[in-house]
């Protein structure tokens, strides 16, 4: 017989809970944690309060829009539909805002000898205290009011509605524990920042199926979706209401254990990543004993011209590839300019012209280039002493831009074109996005030796630093409607040939496009060159000031 640890029984002398007495505790961990929210700077309470009152106010609309939906056709399908919606935004939150809740690390209690049972049923009911299980509460009770219709359908919704509260919550700890060491990790900061990329497209999604919906009828389009979804939990709960309303009561049980079954799976997953998390050592500790890892940009870099060109183009790319906020503003960018003429072209309502967002979307990374440096800057300011210095360093850099820029907008434009089956008009928007793209370049330049300004790197949602955000307006704004202004010939000619009938000469835009936008990015180059090497100082220091 083993003696007891002080996970089991409270030792004398020390604060150690037993498990009786640990649920409460955690429970007012996090009611502490709730509280400090509003101990916080004047601003930070300010708007700490004013997302709890949005949030409360969407829910309380929410939750109307679905009372009112009581004894509607098709509240079947959308409250499953939602339910669901709900549970995936509850798996996928920890992974993109890890930082929003300090208790989903777990790996700040494995100094503890705490057992992973108590340890798993006092960090769930803790998980039910927040807005966020607030908010899920009104959708779900919300949602079995719109399909409950009798008094069994009532017994189930008591038993549906937690159950899938529970299932939110269990799936979120779950997903946070699996992904802890990945979420506190490099790589993990940099989902985060990709956040706000998820978010756009999000919304573009549910533009673009509102306005399917829209043309194939109403909601009935979803039946047979929502046929399918109701036995996926956890809106299984909520489909086990809707059938004890229809009497299914066989149904009805059959969805309500799909749900049960799923609860005590995550609770289980998370039990054993919570063992593992305690008992295993992570990277940190062996790190030391791994041999290290070679770099693989040998090959690449052979590619790349000679020189100072070279240098700064491989400098650039790594750029992209490790800093944070560059590859999210890449990723963004990449993803923001496909989506957006793609789903034009799709809903029918598209021109191949849409295709010029790829160039402006892309043309925007030459913006503010010495920002993206930060304080790193003073190394480059070091070889720069004239304006050829200057000039050669700019080239590069637009360079590496262009090896990215120039064949994605071609792809845009090519697919783009093939969608609306216009591919007669395909020389005409490359040339123009070409010309874009080129004047985009050009002022881009002018504006990062002119307007630099810093991107804080301790803030994955803030790519301006206090008192600069004037300087960021003017730069990428100003920038935006500068290119416009200096693509005008190549847009007065195309509009010229189409006005006049001349159409079968708009297949010379594409070369005089092309060749109008490497004379606009030279230019500007060249212009920017001299101010940026006039301005080292200034440049160096509103850089350096995040």
């Not at 209690?109 to 049972?117: H, I, N, Q, S, Y």
């Not at 956040?195 to 999604?205: C, E």
């Not at 803030?462 to 300087?471: E, F, I, S, W």
Request: charged share 10%; hydrophobic share 55%; aromatic share 6%.
């Amino acid at each position: 017989m083993t003696a007891p640890t002080a996970a089991t029984t409270a030792t004398p002398g020390t604060d150690l809970p037993a498990p009786s007495s640990l649920t409460p505790v955690f429970v007012r961990l996090k009611l502490s944690l709730l509280r400090n929210g509003l101990r916080q700077s004047s601003g930070r309470k300010a708007a700490y309060i004013a997302s709890i009152a949005v949030s409360l106010l969407f829910a309380a609309v929410l939750l109307l829009g679905l009372v009112l939906l009581h004894g509607h056709a098709h509240a079947r399908t959308l409250t499953v539909i939602l339910t669901l919606v709900l549970a995936v935004g509850w798996a996928a939150m920890p992974l993109f805002f890890p930082s929003g809740d300090e208790t989903l690390d777990p790996s700040r209690l494995v100094m503890l000898p705490l057992r992973p049972e108590p340890l798993v049923r006092a960090l769930l009911v803790s998980s039910l205290v927040g807005i966020g299980p607030l908010f899920t509460l009104c959708l779900v009770a919300g949602s079995a009011f719109a399909v409950a219709t009798d008094a069994a359908a009532a017994v189930v919704a008591v038993i549906a509605v937690p159950l899938t509260v529970l299932v939110c919550v269990a799936l979120a700890r779950a997903v946070a524990a699996a992904n802890v060491r990945l979420l506190t990790s490099r790589k993990g900061r940099d989902l985060a920042v990709l956040s706000g990329l998820v978010i756009a497209i999000g919304i573009q999604a549910v533009n673009f199926g509102a306005q399917r919906l829209g043309r194939a009828g109403g909601l009935s389009a979803l039946d047979p979706t929502g046929d399918v979804v109701r036995w996926l939990p956890p809106a299984s709960a909520i489909g086990a209401i809707d059938s004890a309303s229809s009497g299914s009561y066989g149904p009805a049980v059959a969805q309500l254990a799909i749900a049960a079954a799923f609860l005590l799976l995550m609770l289980g997953a998370w039990r054993r990543t919570l063992v593992r998390l305690m008992t295993s050592p992570d990277g940190s500790t062996l790190a030391a004993a791994e041999p290290a890892r070679k770099e693989s940009a040998g090959g690449f870099s052979r590619l790349l011209p000679e020189g100072r060109t070279g240098t700064v183009m491989l400098r650039t790319l790594r750029y992209i590839w490790r800093d944070p906020k560059t590859k999210a503003a890449w990723i963004a960018s990449l993803a923001i300019g496909l989506i957006v003429p793609l789903l034009n072209a799709v809903q029918g309502s598209g021109s191949i012209y849409f295709s010029c967002f790829a160039a402006g979307m892309l043309g925007i990374q030459m913006y503010n280039q010495f920002g993206q440096d930060t304080s790193a800057f003073w190394m480059v300011a070091q070889t720069i002493s004239s304006p050829g210095d200057a000039y050669a360093e700019l080239r590069s850099r637009a360079l590496a831009l262009a090896l990215i820029t120039v064949p994605y907008t071609a792809l845009v434009t090519v697919v783009t074109a093939g969608l609306l089956s216009d591919w007669g008009a395909l020389p005409e928007a490359m040339g123009l996005a070409f010309a874009l793209l080129g004047a985009m370049l050009a002022t881009g330049a002018v504006t990062s030796a002119r307007f630099p300004y810093s991107i804080p790197q301790d803030n994955a949602h803030k790519n301006v630093a206090p008192g600069q955000a004037g300087l960021a307006w003017i730069s990428i704004f100003g920038g935006m409607v500068s290119s416009a202004l200096l693509c005008s010939p190549v847009i007065a000619l195309l509009i010229a040939l189409h006005v006049t009938g001349n159409e079968q000469y708009l297949w010379i835009l594409l070369p005089l496009g092309a060749g109008y936008g490497v004379v606009a990015a030279w230019a500007g180059l060249r212009a920017a060159a001299p101010q940026a090497a006039g301005r080292l100082p200034e440049i160096l220091l509103a850089v350096s000031k995040g």
